[in-house]
């Protein structure tokens, strides 16, 4: 794995993460951590709700293509790390078993004005499961450091 | 706790979280899971980097901020069903012990063409520390039932 600072990425770039399957129960005990809502939570209580079955909370889905992104080969020097990000959209529900993967394009590369040492990049981030479906796309906002002089 | 339809929404509406107190431990085995990196993860590693310290991972504040929402006051009818969101900000490090609440602003209220027993709602969730530092902000845009005629 290569690391990156501001000077080695440019638009257009794509980066790669592993997969992750989607654990049934771990679904459950997020949710009941984080979003205790029915179709999170059980399959029964899930099934009558626009989910039709049991989905992830669409924050543990974020947690998820976080730890792909950490583990993948998009490698900023000094670490993935966001400011914020532009729109977030939850195209699918994210079903138990599934096996996510996470693919990032570098949209953007700009120095910083106020924090000369360091730059700006905005990467979309998609993830799909295993057919290919996209079930969540957004776009980040990252701090790079520039290579030391 | 009123649950409202979509009829029952209008934009200027504010509503109040609880409060949730942010926990070391738990900052560092949320990181371990889904966002593995120094700042997230170890005081002493943290010190160097531009943290300066121990930091919640951003989509830990993004979960807790959901945990606050569901257990608040913003009761939509069917639940908090998000399909996305417009810009998201980290705004300021969120520490260990920090004690979390959200207010929730109503945008935007509109009617769904394509389902019209449903509509949209857009809601501007900051997330404040017990300093009254926002920490977080996001617009949300919700799927709300409309009233059952």
């Given at each position: 794995m290569t690391v990156r600072y501001l000077e080695d990425f440019a638009v257009g770039q794509t980066f790669r993460s592993g997969r992750m399957r989607v654990d049934r129960e771990r679904i459950k005990t997020f949710a009941a951590e984080f979003d205790p809502q029915p179709f999170h939570l059980d399959e029964d209580a899930a099934k009558?709700?626009?989910?039709g079955g049991l989905a992830a909370s669409g924050w543990h889905t974020t947690a998820m293509t976080m730890r792909l992104l950490v583990d993948g080969e998009f490698k900023p020097a000094g670490g993935i790390l966001g400011f914020g990000f532009d729109e977030l959209r939850w195209l699918a529900p994210v079903r138990p078993e599934d096996e996510l993967q996470v693919e990032s394009e570098v949209l953007e590369v700009r120095p910083s004005k106020p924090r000369p040492s360091h730059g700006h990049l905005k990467v979309r981030n998609t993830t799909f499961n295993q057919d290919g479906e996209a079930v969540q796309v957004f776009t980040g906002n990252l701090l790079v450091p520039c290579r030391p002089k």
């Open positions: 009558n709700t626009v989910f």
